[in-house]
């Protein structure tokens, strides 16, 4: 008896694998393997999740109207250009499938997300890298791998797992050397977490070209990540493409309860962002001090990569980090099987991880 069988390409997909939550034996390991925020959601989010425990029997509003209000005052930008998802890689999906198919190319760089190339196939277009300039993205090498055939780019800014990023001059100038019709998609998930003044999360480039999308998330610096919601901001015209493709309830009613109490909450995003501007730096200086390289980064998360010689691999590290009660992510998935990503957790849980590759150094 045979079974329906799926579009080509799809069974070529490999599936996504989110990092470990557990470890056999251990009540409470010490989880840094998917930059979640490990300060926990805003007080104020999470008494919205309880006041919504009891209104379940009830649809959520399908056009997000609160929640876009909020993100439009607390951002500067205007309500009807913004639409949410089930967290940001449902917006990636829903921009692939709307604009690529079978015979279009997706861009993306090097060590890009992962979500790009299993979108894209999915929706039975061909996926191209632009080959990396050292771990951050190349404008030249982008440019020079659109074809004719290219129908949608997407700019991880920073980028994970590398942390790296691109200034707003080198993203205006990718975006100057695309095609009017390329549509040019600017994930900034960890955009609220970055300090310095030569970043932008690209709204305004959105702002003023018709063919950018500026994706978000609330699952990094908001700490919703179990709730999947995310946003972006476009041209209206694309913003009408997104409605026309997502679920009319894509996103549940305490996701959104908890998104309005999370982005009203400044306090609570400021103090996320404090603690992982000082947590981050001094992370790095004592992995280094070990003897360990760490590339930087400006994300909530870095790379620690490790020679390969006399057991002192990648994936020696992290086992053993693993019999510490310590869960890293291992990125060779992402071409860099020398490193493992590590993200930026709380004070105890950093000094826990410092001693335990420490340890592992010394071995």
Known sequence: MSLPTPK??????????????????????????????????????????????????????????????????????????????????????????????????????????????????????????????????????????????????????????????????????LHAGLREDILFVIDAAYAEYIVRNDYSAGLELARQHRNVVVTRTFSKIYALAALRLGWCYADPEIIGVLHRVRGPFNVNAMALAAGVAAVRDVAHVDMSRTHNSEWLPWFQDHVREIGLESPPSIGNFVLVRFPGTDGQDANAANDYLTTKGIITR??????????????????????????????????
């Open 330 to 363: 291992k990125v060779a998935n992402y071409g860099l099987p020398d490193c493992i990503r590590v993200t930026i957790g709380t004070e105890a849980q950093l000094r826990a991880t410092v001693d335990a590759l420490n340890a592992f150094a010394k071995q």
């Open 8 to 173: 080509p390409g799809i069974m070529d997909i490999a599936p996504y694998v989110g990092g470990e939550s557990k470890i056999p034996g251990i009540d409470e390991p010490i989880k840094l393997a998917s930059n979640e925020n490990t300060l926990g959601a805003s007080p104020h989010a999470v008494e919205a999740l309880r006041q919504m425990a009891d209104q379940a029997q009830w649809y959520p509003d399908g056009g997000h109207t609160e929640l876009r209000h909020a993100l439009a005052e607390a951002h500067g930008l205007e309500a009807d250009r913004l639409v949410c998802a089930n967290g940001s890689d449902e917006l990636i999906g829903l921009l692939t499938k709307a604009y690529a198919g079978p015979g279009d190319e997706v861009l993306f760089s090097e060590h890009g997300f992962a979500m790009y190339p299993i979108s894209t196939m999915a929706a039975g277009a061909t996926a191209v890298r632009a080959k990396d300039d050292g771990l951050g993205a190349s404008v030249d090498n982008f440019l020079a791998a659109v074809t004719d055939k290219t129908r949608v780019v997407f700019l991880a800014n920073p980028n994970n797992p590398t942390g790296t990023f691109l200034p707003p001059e080198e993203v205006a100038r």
